[in-house]
């Protein structure tokens, strides 16, 4: 029986999503709770994914059985995740300033609890979500009123050329198919508009070694695959970050008319393939940057903890939290 190895040669059952090879080195051969999982970077392009790809099927039944599990306790997200992910919602923000202004079309393919879409919809956009998980959804939909879908992109159909801008956060790599993922978005995009795009990064160097591959995240993006993807469904790229100081590769690109096949960049597969070997728990305990940011982490928490303290529904808890960091006149706050 074939014994798979670290950082062995490998062939995988599933083929490339981005160059359509069958070639790669296997970078992880476990999940992050020890259990049996083949993740093979790509030897032609760098694109890393889990093999073989579950079918839509065993995707399905995955889902349907973590969200009985993990959500039957917290079928709504709580005030202190409301906070955090307006946190986060706030800094997404600033870019979306950039890309788009009032009464811009966007859509949020992934909306979660909706603390972002509410930020948009709340500034004068336009504001469209999707959002398979009920609990979520449903939440957001009452508490703050935004106009958010169910179920995930595969059933989601809008007319094309509608969007100014899509965001997806966390979400292309859960997707089976990310090169049909992306054309699907692509074309609901005007000429011109944009998708921000947030995704783990790859080549991180500051997340645990131990924490890093899953059954749900399908595929893992370094900058040059990514934007080889989006090149080829008519995205180009305009900001790519994936530096390894950043544990999330965050990219927007424009829809352009063209698509373009490029050549890989021959470095692609050796960076993702020197990323896993140097991410030790070793290295990740002694590393200055591990500690700021759990020092960082225990601040928010703190923050957190006192926003749930406060007893305020979540809608009052996002009002006080955009009001102050985020005003509702004057563009020169962001
Ligand atoms: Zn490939």
Known sequence: MFAPRRFADYTPASPCNLCGKREGTLVEIRDRHGAPLNVTCCRACGLTYVDPLPSAAELARFYAERYRREYKSAEAPRIKHVFRAGRVALERFRTVALLAQPPARVLDCGAGGGEFAYLLASRGYRLTGIEPNDGYREFARAEYGVDLRPGTLDDASFAAGGFDLITLFHVLEHFRDPRAG???????????????????????????????????HLFYFAADPLTRLARAVGLVPLLVDGAPSKANLTAVFRRDGGTANDEPEPSAHARVVEANRRRTLRRYLLSGSTWANAASRLWARAQEKRAARAGLSGRATLDALYEKEAPRTGRGAL
Do not use: C, F, I, M
């Open 182 to 216: 992306l054309a699907k978005l692509a074309a609901w995009l005007k000429p011109g508009g944009h998708l921000y795009v947030e995704v783990p990064n790859a080549l991180t160097e500051v997340s645990s070694p131990s924490n890093l591959y899953h059954y749900a």
